[in-house]
Structure formats: structure tokens, C-alpha cells
């Protein structure tokens, strides 16, 4: 079902409600008003009898309650009754007017048996016994009057119902050019061709921010479909290296026999070229794994503990560089995620401390909490980064001027990504003393 359908029904239904509604109450108080009218106008000219009986003798009573049965003000037709004593004293009128079911014992208006007469029955005294007046006239008037209305909004609503649903089918088809216009336009960029914006041809209303929303969207699609093409084509350079050298060297290999000396050098060029492209394709698998995912386990990790585990890796390989090692971990600093995501973090970035700072460098790791982050940074005494290179080298593959090659770039690129997906932020600076210094802040398990 499309939505202009849908609008035209929802709409349909809502008008019909509000006129059946409306209608309603204007049959109730239109009829109210009819009756109230009548019924007052009974009472007071019963009451008003009433009393004039009360201080008359019995001639000028029948001759006042015969008056009254003539007059014609309040209908086509009247009938008049005194009831004494329990007894019928005067009738007069009407003969075919239905009369009430049962004699009032208080003062009231009432309908005659059959629904046709309207009685005001108003109680008195004569010759000081209880008697009680009944004053009726034909309420056929008002009957016909409240049908005639009835008989009207019968005829009027459906048709203003039907006006309503063939306005509310054209202003739903008017209301939805936009997202129509929207589809078309949509319709005509290609995979390949992300480059184009929706015409914004409207201001501030729902359409106008829809398709602002729209072209954010093709904005964003346009950067991460740039962003996938060059991380594929980096990728296939990277690849691409490490396989041609293998293959020049086999080659080179196999055109002449070697000494042992030579093909055990060759083999171990190769083998290191065969490392290289292991890494890289762990780091691939991996980096795909974790955007594939859908959410981050969400367990309770020990960031200290992570971080001593990491440094006593991390430690052999400084010693081995006659680097120096320096560990600052508060225990206790508790955040919620990936036990392993995280230690790959830290050893990425403890390995990229030690491999870029020199012999007789120093390396520092620090573990602490801040307000409701932790904070875990890796410090060191190295050449830095070229403040050109600072807001790329998170990017997989982009390597800094100082790197010298060093690297398959992409060990920031996951870290970044892992960090992300835990709710934090990993930023990267130069020491004002020299080296580089990378922080990564993580909310705290506690908050």
C-alpha cells in the first residue's frame, strides 16, 4: 500500500470521526435547545394557571382551563386536565392527544404515552384538597424540526466527507513531490558517480531537512567509498611489495646453483618477506573482523593488568635495544570490553615505541584514571612525528616521514578502530622535550 493511500485513509478516517462527532453534538444540543424551549414555556403557563386556579371559584375555572385548551402559541394542538381529589375534574382539548402514563405527584414535564404531546404537570390546591394541573401541547413541531436537522446532516456530511477525502487524496499527492522528487534524483546517482547532491529547493521544512539529511548521507557514502578504494589499492601496494620480492629472489635462485651460504641468505630474505606479508594479512583479517562486528563484548578488563602483561613483552625487546623501560600502572583502573582487542592495542603501541626509538632511548607506559576515563598513554624519547603526518597516521597504511619504511601501517589503524568501538579516543602528540606520546582515554568500567 503506498503512503499517499495511506494518508488518504488515516485522513478519511480521522474527518469522518470529527464529523460524526460534530454532527452529534449538534443534534443533542440543537435538541435540547427545542425542548428546553417548549418545556419552559409549558411550565411558566402551567404554573401561572396553576395559581390563578388556586384563587378562583369553580365557573372561572373551567372557563380558564377551557381558554387554555384553545390557545395555539406553543402547538397545533392542546389538551388541558385538572385531576382533584384523585378524580378527573376537566378535560378539555385535543381528543386524540396521548396523555401521560400515570398522573405526576411533583411538579414536571412529561411525555404522553405514544411520544406525541409534551405535558407540565404543576400541582395546586382546590377547595383545599390536592390537585394537580396538566397543561399538553402537540409536540410535533419539534419533532419535525429536530428530524428535518437530522434528515440534513445525514445528507450534508457525507458529502463534506467526501470533499474532505478527494482533498486529502490531492494534498497528500501535493505533499509528497518532495519524496518523490527526492527517489528520482536518488535514482539517477550511480555506485560510481557519488559526487552528485539532491537539489536543495526547499528551506527549513521536513523536506528540505530530509534532503539535507540526504546529501550528508551521499557525503559521508562518497568519503568512506574514497576511503575503501585507496585502503584497497594501499593494500594491493603493500601486498605487491613483499611479493615481488619474493619472486625476484626465487628467481634469481633458481637461475644458477648457489652455495649453501647463498641459498640459506636468499631463504632467509625470503622467509622475512614471508613475515611480513603474515602480518599484514593478520592485520587485515583482523581489522576486518572488528568493523564486521556488530557490537564489542562488554566484560570487565583490568587495564593494569593488560598494560604489565604488555610491558613484559614489551621490556625484552627494549633490553634488547639497550633501551630504557619504565612502567607507571594504578591497579584497580577497571574499563569494559575486549580483553585481547585491548592488549592488541597496547602491544601495537609499545612495538611501534620500541622499534622508533633509538639505543639508549628511554620508554614509559602509564595507566591512571581521570575523572570517569582511564587513561593509558605510551611515552617516549624518539624523533617524534612530523607535525604534517600527525592527523594521518591512523589512516591503515599511511606511514610517517620518519618511519623509513618501518612497518606494514596498519597497527594505528587498528588501534584506532578498537579504541573506537570501546568508546574512546586515541590521540597522538609531540613531547615538548622530544619524542611522541600517544594517549588513548577509556570510559571506566565504574561510570
Not at 187 to 195: C, E, M, Q, Y
Not at 386 to 392: E, F, I
Amino acid at each position: 500500500m503506498s503512503i499517499r493511500l495511506r494518508l488518504t485513509i488515516y485522513w478519511t478516517a480521522i474527518t469522518a470521526l470529527i464529523l460524526f462527532a460534530a454532527g452529534l453534538l449538534i443534534m443533542v444540543m440543537f435538541a435540547r435547545a427545542m425542548w428546553g424551549t417548549l418545556d419552559a414555556a409549558l411550565m411558566e403557563e402551567a404554573d401561572t394557571t396553576a395559581a390563578a386556579i388556586s384563587h378562583s371559584n369553580a365557573a372561572d375555572v373551567s372557563l380558564i382551563l377551557r381558554r387554555l385548551s384553545q390557545e395555539k402559541d406553543l402547538g397545533p394542538g392542546r389538551r388541558v386536565r385538572l385531576i382533584a381529589g384523585g378524580h378527573l375534574a376537566f378535560d378539555a382539548g385535543d381528543s386524540g392527544a396521548d396523555l401521560p402514563e400515570a398522573p405526576a405527584a411533583r411538579q414536571s414535564v412529561v411525555n404522553g404515552e405514544q411520544h406525541r404531546y409534551r405535558f407540565a404537570v404543576a400541582p395546586l390546591r382546590l377547595n383545599g384538597e390536592p390537585a394537580w394541573l396538566q397543561d399538553g401541547a402537540d409536540a410535533a413541531p419539534v419533532r419535525r424540526a429536530i428530524a428535518h436537522l437530522r434528515s440534513a446532516l445525514l445528507l450534508v456530511i457525507p458529502i463534506i466527507l467526501a470533499l474532505c477525502v478527494a482533498g486529502g487524496y490531492w494534498m497528500s499527492a501535493w505533499a509528497l513531490i518532495p519524496v518523490n522528487e527526492v527517489t528520482g534524483a536518488l535514482a539517477r546517482i550511480g555506485p560510481r558517480d557519488l559526487r552528485q547532491r539532491l537539489p536543495l529547493t526547499r528551506g527549513g521544512d521536513e523536506a528540505g531537512q530530509l534532503i539535507a539529511a540526504m546529501n550528508q548521507l551521499l557525503e559521508r557514502l562518497e568519503r568512506a567509498s574514497a576511503a575503501q578504494r585507496r585502503f584497497i589499492s594501499e593494500a594491493a601496494h603493500e601486498l605487491r611489495t613483499p611479493l615481488a620480492v619474493l619472486r625476484s629472489g626465487l628467481e634469481v635462485t633458481l637461475q644458477r646453483p648457489r652455495r649453501a651460504e647463498e641459498s640459506r641468505a636468499a631463504l632467509e630474505q625470503a622467509m622475512g618477506e614471508v613475515e611480513r606479508l603474515c602480518i599484514i594479512a593478520e592485520d587485515l583479517l583482523t581489522l576486518a573482523r572488528i568493523e564486521a562486528e556488530a557490537a564489542v563484548d562488554r566484560a570487565p578488563v583490568d587495564l593494569s593488568e593488560i598494560a604489565a602483561e604488555a610491558s613484559a613483552m614489551a621490556r625484552t625487546l627494549a633490553e634488547a635495544r639497550h633501551q630504557e623501560f619504565a612502567s607507571a600502572a594504578h591497579e584497580g583502573i577497571v574499563v569494559r570490553g575486549s580483553a585481547g582487542d585491548l592488549r592488541r592495542v597496547v602491544l601495537n603501541l609499545l612495538d611501534n615505541a620500541v622499534k622508533f626509538t633509538p639505543a639508549g632511548g628511554k620508554i614509559e607506559i602509564g595507566v591512571s584514571a581521570q575523572g570517569p576515563t582511564a587513561l593509558l598513554s605510551v611515552c617516549d624519547n624518539g624523533p617524534g612525528i612530523d607535525p604534517r603526518d600527525l592527523d594521518h597516521i591512523f589512516d591503515p597504511f599511511y606511514r610517517s616521514r620518519s618511519a623509513n619504511g618501518a612497518g606494514s601501517g596498519l597497527g594505528l589503524a587498528l588501534s584506532r578502530e578498537i579504541v573506537r568501538r570501546h568508546g574512546g579516543v586515541i590521540r597522538a602528540a609531540n613531547r615538548a622535550a622530544g619524542g611522541c606520546e600517544i594517549q588513548v582515554r577509556l570510559p571506566l568500567a565504574s561510570h
